[in-house]
């Protein structure tokens, strides 16, 4: 038995192996466990444009600092555990915050997947404004600082949980978005206009 058990994962997965996972849980399949709403931090970056080849030293005043903000909190006594509140600015942030979040997560357009989703996040940003705190050394309170950027990074999340659930769009939304994307670049006939022909031909 494991008191207080929590586990991290960190990693990377090929977009075509997740895209499979992710149908099967999004149709009721055996994966639909709610595993896929528990990866809370779960981002889909675009490629960069190009890429540059980059011979760099490591930044060891960063790993330095790093290394200290983990030690400090490993050495945390676990018998008498830190109970941090969010300071009056932090808690009125929070609790506009959330309202926001239930009402959003209530909206009749919004997938099941999201709701569940999102429904998470009620307690991931109080657990990344601590996360924050805890960083930076605060053993008293939550500042509205580290409340307000837990906020931000939920908004940045948001994004990319929209993006993931998107990916399971059928053949002629994924078309679409292909075209969207050439579009958006410039991309246009010499006439200014262009046919259904014309976009076949240029693939």
Same mark, same amino acid.
């Given at each position: 038995?494991?008191?207080?058990a929590?586990?991290s ?10 895209? &499979?996972? %992710? $149908? ?5 399949g /055996?994966?639909?466990?709610? @595993?896929?709403q528990?990866?809370?931090?779960i981002v ?15 930044d ?25 509140q969010?300071d009056?600015?932090?808690?009125a ?7 926001d ?6 909206d ?7 709701? &569940?989703? %999102? $429904? ?5 940003? /109080?657990?990344?404004?601590? @996360? ?6 605060r053993?008293?309170?939550?500042p ?7 906020c931000d ?9 929209n993006?993931i659930?998107s990916s ?8 679409a978005?292909?075209l ?24």
């Amino acid at each position: 038995h494991v008191p207080h058990a929590c586990i991290s994962l960190f990693g990377g997965i090929q977009p075509a192996r997740w895209r &499979a996972y %992710l $149908a099967d849980a999004l149709r009721d399949g /055996p994966s639909n466990d709610g @595993l896929v709403q528990r990866f809370q931090l779960i981002v889909w970056p675009d490629a960069p444009p190009g890429w540059k080849y980059t011979d760099r030293k490591p930044d060891m005043d960063a790993v330095d600092r790093a290394e200290q903000v983990y030690r400090r909190i490993a050495a945390l006594d676990t018998a008498t555990p830190l109970r941090l509140q969010f300071d009056d600015e932090a808690q009125a942030l929070f609790e506009q915050w959330l309202t926001d979040l239930e009402q959003r997560i209530r909206d009749e357009g919004l997938s099941p997947h999201m709701q &569940a989703h %999102l $429904a998470k996040y009620r307690s991931l940003m /109080p657990t990344l404004a601590l @996360l924050f705190a805890l960083a930076d050394g605060r053993t008293e309170c939550v500042p509205i600082s580290h409340a307000q950027l837990a906020c931000d990074w939920c908004d940045y999340l948001v994004t990319h949980a929209n993006r993931i659930y998107s990916s399971q769009a059928g053949p002629e939304l994924q078309a679409a978005i292909a075209l969207s994307k050439r579009l958006a670049k410039g991309w246009m006939c010499d006439e200014g206009v262009f046919t259904v022909r014309d976009v076949y031909r240029k693939c």
